[in-house]
């Protein structure tokens, strides 16, 4: 049975910085493509970052101007997510998804195979 499992959202103030982390268990982590989406009230979930199997390969939507990475570890089957800058704007819950696939060939969320229950992530101004 897969799950991932996310951790490390919460509140901060604007300019400040967060680390989310998925946990992975139940799949072969290295096969996956793993990706960052996040979800707004009453917006679609959106793409944020996605890394390939080895981590060669980094995807981020353009509209994150570079405050946010996307980093994994093989070794503890797990997937982080740095974000600095953080503003209001990314107010959101955000969910890990794993895609079987080792390259990144979908960055919308029907690609994705299995996917987290998210953190939320409040950022107040």
């Known amino acids: 049975q897969v799950q991932l499992v996310e951790s490390g959202g919460g509140l901060v103030q604007a300019g400040g910085s967060l680390r989310l982390a998925c946990a992975a268990t139940?799949?072969?982590?290295?096969?996956?493509?793993m990706a960052w989406f996040r979800q707004a009230p009453g917006k679609y979930r959106e793409i944020v970052a996605a890394?390939?199997?080895?981590?060669?390969?980094?995807y981020y939507t353009r509209s994150l101007s570079g405050r946010f990475t996307i980093s994994r570890d093989n070794a503890k089957n797990a997937v982080y997510l740095q974000m600095n800058d953080l503003s209001p704007e990314d107010t959101a819950r955000y969910y890990c998804?794993?895609?079987?696939?080792?390259?990144?060939?979908?960055?919308?969320?029907?690609?994705?195979?299995?996917w987290g229950s998210g953190t939320q992530v409040t950022v107040s101004s």
């Open positions: 890394i390939s199997w080895n981590g060669d390969d980094t």
């Open positions: 998804a794993a895609d079987l696939a080792k390259a990144i060939v979908a960055i919308r969320d029907a690609g994705y195979d299995y």
């Open positions: 139940g799949l072969t982590f290295r096969d996956y493509t």
